[in-house]
């Protein structure tokens, strides 16, 4: 096992009715800013429920921030909160509307130019940031129980992340049943994110972790198992609390600790993201299957506990069958013809945009700019 440290400081409040622990958990003497998406939370009741607790706080709103943050639009929350002096940030919605608000909140302090700096830069760590607090209403990034952001800037098609332990939520409030009113695309969306993002972490080579690889292949057995229910019966408490547990476990940290992580699907899914618009969630399913066929040589022995563990399959390459079957059947394709994308103009883009920035990829380092290309080509 790799050496860690492992530090996350999110008061998790899970389950039924639980919006109302707002009042309890919200600093009284700040005003407080309330970000939003598209209005999602108008239709769904989540605003209502929001807005009741926080009945007696002084509340500034800004809504608007669409999938896919914008940098661009980040910029015009941050200009209000200096002009309220906000000093707290309440985000309600989805891993977009969380993740800009990490970046605004990072953003607010920032002194030192312009904070799409702290995005492409290396040293990417910010010196303060406004608290702030989530109600995430999709399951999917685990966003509200990390410290991780992803912002795209609209007017170069460039999707970068930062990640800073002064962003963590201060908590997150998890209600279950704020997810009835997901279409099927995001409750599937969030279903492969949650996958990918447990694979990310596991997907690469034995270290000895043998704790780690049965948490991760748990929350994995427990995502085949319930994904085929949220379609079937999609009014399911149970059902609908189990896979919001997944995904937020998936992305705490601690499945990676002591672990050898890649990422490389999650890098070249953004550009695809960045370049043609296409749902995270999507990405990821088009990425995931090439990229092991690609590095099926480093990555064979992992594949084949794998499928065993998950699919009760012999073989690396029915492994990876076996995955792109279990997208397949909750109703997610997996090639970017589906999308009307053609394979090598996007393998082309990505090389060239790797190769000008020098992006090297996977546990080995070795998905470069012509990988990339020999895997979207694929795709
Ligand atoms: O904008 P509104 O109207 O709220 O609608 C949203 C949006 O259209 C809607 N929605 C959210 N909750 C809903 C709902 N509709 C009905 N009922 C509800 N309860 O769903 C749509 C998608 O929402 P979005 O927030 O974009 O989805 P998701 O949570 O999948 O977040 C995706 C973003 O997170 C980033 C992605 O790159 C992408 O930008 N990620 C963040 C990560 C992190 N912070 O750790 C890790 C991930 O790998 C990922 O990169
Ligand atoms: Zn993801």
Same mark, same amino acid.
């Given at each position: 096992?790799?050496?860690?440290?492992?530090?996350?400081?999110? /008061?998790?409040?899970?389950?039924?009715?639980?919006?109302?622990? %707002?009042?309890?958990?919200?600093?009284?003497?700040?005003?407080?800013?309330?970000?939003?998406?598209?209005?999602?939370?108008?239709?769904?009741?989540?605003?209502?429920?929001?807005?009741?607790?926080?009945?007696?706080?002084?509340?500034?709103?800004?809504?608007?921030?669409?999938?896919?943050? /914008?940098?661009?639009?980040?910029?015009?929350?941050?200009?209000?909160?200096?002009?309220?002096?906000? =000093?707290?940030? %309440?985000?309600?919605?989805?891993?977009?509307?969380?993740?800009?608000?990490?970046?605004?909140? $990072?953003?607010?302090?920032?002194?030192? =130019?312009?904070?799409?700096?702290?995005?492409?830069?290396?040293?990417?760590?910010?010196?303060?940031?406004?608290? %702030?607090?989530?109600?995430?209403?999709?399951?999917?990034?685990?966003?509200?129980? !990390?410290? !991780?952001?992803?912002? +795209?800037?609209?007017? +170069?098609?460039?999707?970068?992340?930062?990640?800073?332990?002064?962003?963590?939520?201060?908590?997150?409030?998890?209600?279950?049943?704020?997810?009835?009113?997901?279409?099927?695309?995001?409750?599937?969306?969030?279903?492969?994110?949650? #996958?990918?993002?447990?694979?990310?972490?596991?997907?690469?080579?034995?270290?000895?972790?043998?704790?780690?690889?049965?948490?991760?292949?748990?929350?994995? /057995?427990?995502?085949?198992?319930?994904?085929?229910?949220?379609?079937?019966?999609?009014?399911?408490?149970?059902? /609908?609390?189990?896979? #919001?547990?997944?995904? &937020?476990? *998936?992305?705490?940290?601690? %499945?990676?600790?002591?672990? @050898?992580?890649?990422?490389? &699907?999650?890098?070249?899914?953004?550009?695809? &993201? $960045?370049?043609?618009?296409?749902?995270? =969630?999507?990405?990821?399913?088009?990425?995931?299957?090439?990229?092991?066929?690609?590095?099926?040589?480093?990555?064979?022995?992992?594949?084949?506990?794998? *499928?065993?563990? @998950?699919? *009760?399959?012999?073989?690396?390459?029915? $492994?990876?069958?076996? +995955?792109?079957?279990?997208?397949?059947?909750?109703?997610?394709? &997996?090639?970017?013809?589906?999308?009307?994308?053609?394979?090598?103009?996007?393998?082309?883009? $990505?090389?060239?945009?790797?190769?000008?920035?020098?992006? @090297?990829? =996977?546990?080995? *380092?070795?998905?470069?700019?012509?990988?990339?290309?020999?895997?979207?080509?694929?795709?």
């Amino acid at each position: 096992m790799l050496n860690f440290t492992y530090f996350n400081p999110v /008061r998790v409040v899970f389950g039924k009715d639980t919006i109302g622990e %707002l009042a309890n958990l919200l600093p009284k003497e700040v005003n407080v800013m309330m970000t939003y998406g598209g209005g999602s939370i108008f239709k769904n009741g989540v605003y209502d429920q929001v807005k009741k607790a926080l009945q007696g706080f002084a509340v500034v709103e800004f809504g608007g921030i669409e999938a896919n943050p /914008r940098y661009e639009t980040c910029m015009k929350a941050v200009e209000l909160a200096r002009k309220e002096k906000v =000093g707290f940030l %309440l985000a309600v919605g989805g891993g977009s509307v969380a993740d800009a608000t990490k970046f605004i909140a $990072a953003a607010i302090p920032w002194t030192k =130019g312009d904070p799409w700096e702290f995005l492409v830069s290396h040293d990417p760590r910010v010196p303060e940031a406004v608290p %702030l607090g989530c109600v995430i209403t999709l399951p999917a990034t685990g966003t509200e129980m !990390n410290c !991780n952001s992803v912002i +795209t800037r609209a007017s +170069t098609q460039e999707k970068y992340h930062f990640s800073d332990e002064k962003v963590f939520p201060q908590f997150s409030i998890i209600d279950p049943q704020v997810t009835y009113s997901l279409p099927q695309r995001q409750v599937v969306n969030g279903i492969v994110d949650t #996958f990918v993002h447990v694979m990310e972490q596991y997907m690469t080579y034995d270290v000895n972790t043998p704790l780690q690889d049965r948490q991760a292949e748990g929350v994995i /057995r427990t995502l085949v198992e319930e994904a085929p229910k949220v379609i079937e019966n999609p009014d399911d408490y149970d059902v /609908r609390a189990n896979l #919001f547990w997944c995904s &937020t476990v *998936g992305l705490n940290g601690l %499945l990676a600790v002591g672990a @050898v992580q890649d990422w490389a &699907t999650h890098m070249i899914g953004h550009e695809l &993201t $960045a370049l043609y618009g296409l749902d995270h =969630g999507v990405t990821l399913a088009i990425v995931l299957p090439e990229l092991w066929r690609f590095a099926l040589e480093h990555k064979k022995a992992k594949l084949k506990q794998f *499928g065993k563990e @998950v699919f *009760g399959v012999d073989y690396p390459e029915a $492994a990876i069958k076996a +995955t792109e079957d279990f997208f397949h059947r909750i109703g997610m394709k &997996t090639k970017l013809a589906d999308y009307g994308v053609d394979a090598s103009e996007a393998a082309a883009k $990505a090389r060239e945009r790797f190769a000008n920035r020098g992006t @090297v990829l =996977g546990e080995h *380092g070795d998905i470069d700019a012509e990988a990339t290309y020999a895997i979207l080509s694929r795709c």
